[in-house]
């Protein structure tokens, strides 16, 4: 009996390991010859993910020549001043453009109007200045929010029944921004999505001269159970009321971003943020394709922490996830990547060429 379509011997039964010519597909197409070596995969790939493409998140905390870990992020530590000035170094010098500031800030400086963000020689500004006076060249991200400094976790300030005040607050966090920039930050990262703050925050800032402080809006920031690592790391885990879902956006909802970001490019931001990452792809992509204008992705402590516990459980290949996580964020349209991988990268990349 002959069965339709059926081939009469099929390839691998051929003692020679040749392909039985009875057996071959008639196709005009293979799109496999282009991958059938290292050299013409090489050759043809579309992106590449280079040192340039890199923001190193650190979180910096009081007392000096101390490292603490993080226990929700393995391999990532807290950091006094000195040693991330160390860090800038090393970063530096494996390439990588820009740090991003994140403070651990002692609970007796927390409040429920986080004034401590005001503080001119709070942790973030000492950081500021030391890293500037040993690594002028590396570039400085400060977070704006309220959250590392409020007793009660929000980035923004609650009225008595515990609402954000939104045009309050962007009048305290315009304020944050200019402390940051005296102090040296170079490009000033709204976090805290509130509604109108980059204007604001560009208004204050052309007053008060600084005129190439560039905002970095995180314009698309969801409301995410990926940043539990994080608010263990700046220590504000425990203090959080309630969630953030009056101001970071709905996961379930994309049109929203553009909306967002549009609002954000008119009041004069620089650079975008989608946030978080790998769940967010079509965001990322749907700004660049839609705006053009440099758009960063933050592949968040969440993210972080699942692939690091899978790598280190044996349950994938920590080094090849990370890879392959960085890579699928240039592929969306990236222009780069805020990640705790950053220096491992860079160092893995240095190495290999
Ligand atoms: N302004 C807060 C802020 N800035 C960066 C992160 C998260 C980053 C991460 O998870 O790595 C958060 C957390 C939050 O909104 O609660
Ligand atoms: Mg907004």
Redesign the pocket.
């Known amino acids: 009996m002959t069965i339709p379509f059926a081939r009469p011997r099929p390839a691998f039964l051929e003692p020679s390991g040749r392909q039985d010519a009875s057996s071959r597909l008639d196709l005009a197409q293979r799109p496999r010859r282009n991958r059938k070596s290292e050299w013409t995969r090489r050759l043809v790939r579309e992106n590449t993910l280079t040192a340039a493409d890199l923001i190193w998140?650190i979180f910096v905390m009081d007392g000096s020549e101390a490292r603490t870990p993080v226990s929700s992020m393995p391999g990532v530590e807290r950091l006094t001043v000195d040693e991330a000035v160390r860090e800038a170094e090393r970063a530096a010098g494996l390439g990588i453009p820009a740090i991003a500031l994140?403070p651990y800030t002692d609970p007796v400086l927390r409040s429920a109007d986080g004034r401590e963000a005001l503080n001119r020689d709070n942790l973030v500004c000492r950081t500021l200045r030391a890293i500037k006076a040993a690594v002028p060249h590396i570039g400085l991200i400060t977070?704006v929010?309220l959250?590392p400094y409020t007793s009660h976790g929000h980035?923004g300030l609650l009225d008595v029944d515990g609402r954000i005040l939104n045009d309050d607050t962007v009048a305290v966090l315009v304020e944050q921004a200019l402390v940051q920039a005296d102090a040296g930050a170079d490009v000033i990262a709204p976090?805290?999505m509130m509604d109108g703050r980059v204007g604001a925050i560009r208004r204050a800032l052309d007053a008060a001269g600084h005129i190439d402080a560039q905002i970095l809006a995180y314009s698309a920031?969801y409301a995410s159970a990926?940043?539990g690592?994080?608010?263990d790391a700046v220590g504000?885990n425990g203090c959080l009321k309630g969630d953030?879902r009056t101001y970071?956006m709905d996961p379930a909802n994309g049109i929203e971003a553009l909306r967002e970001a549009a609002l954000d490019i008119e009041e004069g931001a620089d650079m975008l943020m989608v946030?978080?990452g790998l769940p967010y792809l079509d965001i990322v992509y749907r700004l660049k394709e839609t705006f053009g204008l440099p758009t960063f992705a933050?592949q968040?402590?969440?993210e972080?922490a699942m692939i690091e516990a899978a790598a280190r459980n044996g349950w994938l290949d920590g080094e090849k996830a990370m890879m392959e996580s960085l890579m699928a964020f240039k592929r969306a349209g990236a222009d780069g990547i805020l990640t705790?991988f950053a220096p491992r990268v860079a160092e893995k990349l240095a190495r290999e060429g």
């Open positions: 998140p994140f977070d929010a959250d980035d976090s805290d920031k990926f940043y690592p994080f608010r504000s953030k970071q946030k978080p933050y968040v402590s969440g972080y705790y």
